[in-house]
């Protein structure tokens, strides 16, 4: 029942931004759940950004003041605002929900930081 589909991704140069965007259906649950993942090429899967409780969110070191994640409860979607971006952010960026502890996973949007 529950779908996360996502868009956003694309080449960017060195410095440049993208916003991520993860639509949910079928459960309002997702996203205030919802966690942005992102692998890149031979590289294990990391937690990039989240949200906790109420509106707190939660970042990985490696993305602490350059993303942002936010999102619009009334279109059940989830944002994943990327600035300053660099190379090593070159990467498959995944959204992900657990509702009910049931895993869901977006498609996968692939970012690509490059001059």
């Known amino acids: 029942q529950v779908q996360l589909v996502e868009s956003g991704g694309g080449l960017v140069q060195p410095g440049g931004s993208l916003r991520l965007t993860c639509t949910a259906s079928?459960?309002?649950?997702?996203?205030?759940?919802a966690v942005w993942y992102r692998q890149a090429p031979g590289k294990q899967r990391e937690l990039g950004a989240r949200?906790?409780?109420?509106?707190?969110?939660n970042y990985a070191d490696s993305v602490k003041g350059r993303f942002t994640i936010s999102r619009d409860n009334t279109k059940n979607t989830v944002y994943l605002q990327m600035n300053s971006l660099n190379p090593e952010a070159t990467a498959v960026y995944y959204c992900?929900?657990?509702?009910?502890?049931?895993?869901?996973w977006g498609q996968g949007a692939p970012v690509t930081v490059s001059s």
């Open positions: 992900h929900a657990a509702p009910l502890g049931i895993n869901y």
């Open positions: 079928g459960s309002d649950f997702i996203i205030y759940t």
């Open positions: 949200f906790t409780s109420g509106s707190n969110t």
